[in-house]
């Protein structure tokens, strides 16, 4: 009945700011009890971009939506609901709430303003007081309804929330912060700590993570988690950063001139210096100042930065690489960005922090297969990973199974202040942070893996069978064939066949060990091998014969990368199985006429005579330190032993071939004996073919 004497915004009919609050004041004077007990609520709304509104609709657009929002809220509560355009876009509503699902409501009111324009998305953002006492003036109750409304900001996925003391204490301390820190920084309250990074299979101490903290003198210890995401709404952030980039400096100063050896000590860098176009030439005047080689800092930066803009992102990494310093990604994997985006940038090295996989809602499971997969991936990258956040033994061990050698986490050490830090690098082995793969050649896996590139091309038109092959553990993987590769294996197979065959489990021991023998090789002599095995495909039922030719492009310490390049040679090898039978058919016919011959070894002395020797002569099936042996056997007469020497000697020399008649046998028959040797690629005798023919 009072509310004819307010006054009404003439857009929307809604009250008037003032006559909103002075109803609001009366109505909760008649409730003390409901007031105290939750039954009212305070409701404050705020359209976002409401100017681009205007701005692409006009102001007839505006106000026709100014007109549709009002609508909407006086819809939320009842006829003794009041309702208020405070100003321009922001609105008030103040209800009792006794019996009302407010949450129910307030979805649907976001969801009919979310779609009330067919070419636009207009969201507003709602923060809800629902009362706690009765002593509060409705400029309080908006206060926190307001408050509330800026928490939204900060959730993707809400549209409204509710108010809680916490969000309260969090406004003070933001406040604080702002109003502290400029002093902070002056009065070095800031410290810098470090945490200790490991090669946690050699225990070597591999470099540190600069780390802020707040030593507020009432406060105590703050930790940044807290005043860093506050530092980053004001440009302080950038102040700080390179606080703790020059007090790191000074660290590494200190150490050179009292002769430790320094570890590199990371620094990390916000979003919004990225954002800073000057950070880059500031650090490096910094790093100037100490004269600290850039080999000792490295930089990170977090996957989050990728919001901004990959260009910026992009261009910052190169400014600081032309400068030296070393790109560490952080929290890598987090999800801001796609594995695509990350391939496109230039990193040095990834931290994987492993909290973030132990979340409730990834299943350890699952959590351990993005792992592998992002370990994977780096190493694709030929890109070193850090393991961050580990805690227990069995993420370490976890760490080490998926070939991850670098770790940082309570386990190991907590970050430390400066002088602790001193004196855990004075004492400690120190090693370096090496790529997982090191790339033999020219040989670019980013390129590799892009589609368009030439060596991808080049891959893709190689006339023979060519394919990337990993060697891990005593085991081969196939993981990229070319189609030539797939049809040297067999007619009917398809890619995915191919890709899925592993080749150990298709051979047999034999040839398995061949295969192993080459690949061996291949590694200790970074060269390239070949060999020939016999293997079953997976559709096929007759085994095929291979000729591998290998080449060692990358290697870690537990794992290789071959380029393969084979030949299906079945055919020519099924031909020369036919010439080793005629070969034995004339074995065999040689029998039937009177022919000795055997194999003599230069280089050992062994002789391995044919079955006639065996049968006529009495001669064991291998006769070592030829000829003496066969003096000894007496199947030369001592008077033609010497003769035998000489001719065996000039053999031995490299005489191609040779000829002389010798009485053999107990008989002592005459026999013709001739020579032809066998030489290797630099021109050295290797073995001696010997046949003997009665003279008659
Ligand atoms: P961050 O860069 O991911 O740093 C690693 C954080 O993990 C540190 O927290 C470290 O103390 C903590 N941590 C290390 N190992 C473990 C572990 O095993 N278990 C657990 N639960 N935590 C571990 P901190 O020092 O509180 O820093 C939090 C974040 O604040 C940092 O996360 C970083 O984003 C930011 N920050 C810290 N110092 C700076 C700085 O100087 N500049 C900027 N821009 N940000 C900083
Ligand atoms: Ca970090
Ligand atoms: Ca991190």
Not at 132 to 156: H, T, W, Y
Not at 376 to 385: D, H, N, S, V, Y
Not at 394 to 410: K, M, N, P, R, T
Not at 421 to 438: A, D, R, S, T
């Amino acid at each position: 009945m009072f509310r004819d004497v307010y006054e009404n915004d003439s857009l929307t009919g809604l009250l008037s700011y003032s006559s909103f609050q002075k109803a609001v004041s009366s109505m909760a004077e008649q409730d003390p009890k409901g007031m105290e007990n939750g039954r009212y609520a305070m409701l404050c709304f705020n359209i976002l971009r409401f100017k681009v509104i205007n701005d692409l609709f006009g102001s007839d657009g505006g106000d026709q939506l100014l007109i549709f929002v009002a609508n909407q809220i006086r819809k939320i509560g009842d006829e003794k609901a009041l309702a208020s355009r405070t100003h321009s876009d922001h609105f008030c509503l103040f209800l009792p709430i006794d019996g009302v699902n407010l949450a129910a409501k307030m979805e649907s009111f976001s969801n009919t303003v979310e779609n009330c324009a067919s070419d636009f998305e207009v969201i507003c953002h709602t923060g809800v007081y629902v009362t706690n006492r009765n002593d509060i003036r409705p400029d309080g109750m908006i206060a926190r309804a307001l408050l509330a409304c800026s928490f939204v900001k900060e959730q993707v996925d809400k549209r409204y929330m509710f108010y809680n003391t916490s969000m309260r204490t969090q406004l003070l301390l933001e406040q604080e912060i702002i109003n502290n820190m400029g002093k902070a920084l002056e009065e070095e309250h800031f410290k810098v700590y470090y945490q200790s990074q490991y090669n946690h299979i050699t225990g070597q101490l591999v470099g540190a993570e600069a780390l802020v903290r707040w030593l507020h003198p009432t406060r105590g210890l703050i930790s940044p988690a807290v005043f860093i995401p506050v530092l980053e709404k004001n440009n302080f952030i950038v102040k700080l950063d390179l606080f703790v980039f020059e007090k790191t400096c000074a660290l590494i100063r200190r150490m050179l001139d009292e002769g430790i050896e320094p570890i590199p000590l990371s620094v990390n860098v916000s979003r919004l210096d990225i954002l800073y176009p000057d950070m880059p030439d500031q650090m490096e005047a910094i790093r100037q100042k100490y004269n600290v080689p850039v080999e000792w800092l490295r930089v990170e930066i977090t996957e989050s930065a990728i919001i901004d803009g990959i260009e910026k992102l992009t261009q910052f990494i190169e400014k600081m690489h032309k400068l030296g310093f070393n790109i560490e990604m952080d929290d890598f994997g987090s999800g801001y960005s796609s594995l695509n985006m990350l391939k496109n940038l230039d990193l040095d090295t990834l931290k994987l922090d492993m909290r973030l996989l132990s979340d409730e809602g990834s299943s350890k499971n699952n959590g351990a297969v993005i792992l592998t997969g992002l370990v994977r991936m780096a190493k694709w990258l030929g890109l070193p990973i850090i393991g961050e956040g580990v805690e227990h033994k069995e993420q370490a061990d976890f760490l080490a199974s998926i070939g991850c050698s670098y770790v940082q986490g309570f386990l190991y050490s907590r970050p430390v202040p400066e002088e602790d830090f001193y004196e855990l690098v004075k004492n400690q082995k120190k090693g370096e942070i090496k790529p997982p793969m090191q790339l033999i050649e020219n040989m670019n896996s980013a390129k590799f893996w892009n589609p368009m590139s030439i060596e991808t091309l080049i891959f893709n038109n190689y006339v023979g069978g060519a394919a990337v092959m990993e060697y891990r553990n005593k085991r081969v993987d196939l993981v990229r064939v070319n189609k030539k590769f797939i049809r040297e294996l067999g007619e009917n197979l398809t890619e995915e066949d191919v890709l899925k065959w592993q080749p150990f489990d298709y051979m047999d021991e034999k040839n398995k060990q061949i295969m192993l023998a080459a690949a061996e090789k291949a590694i200790a002599t970074d060269s390239e091998q070949e060999c020939e095995t016999w293997s079953l495909t997976p559709k096929n039922h007759d085994p095929i014969c291979m000729r591998v030719a290998m080449r060692m492009i990358a290697n870690s310490t537990d794992n290789v990368m071959f380029y393969i390049l084979i030949r299906n040679i079945t055919n020519e090898r099924k031909t020369q199985n036919d010439i080793l039978h005629h070969e034995k058919v004339f074995r065999a016919a040689s029998e039937q006429v009177n022919i000795y011959y055997w194999e003599y070894d230069v280089k050992t002395k062994d002789m391995i005579p044919c079955f006639r020797c065996m049968r006529d002569l009495g001669l064991p099936a291998l006769m070592h330190n030829y000829p003496e042996s066969l003096f000894e056997a007496n199947v030369v007469p001592p008077e033609a032993a010497e003769k035998y020497r000489v001719l065996m000697n000039s053999i031995d020399a490299g005489l191609a071939s040779a000829e002389v008649v010798v009485p053999l046998t107990l008989d002592r028959i005459p026999f013709r004996i001739r020579y032809t040797t066998e030489f290797d690629d630099q021109g050295n005798p290797v073995k001696a073919y010997g046949s003997a023919v009665p003279v008659n």
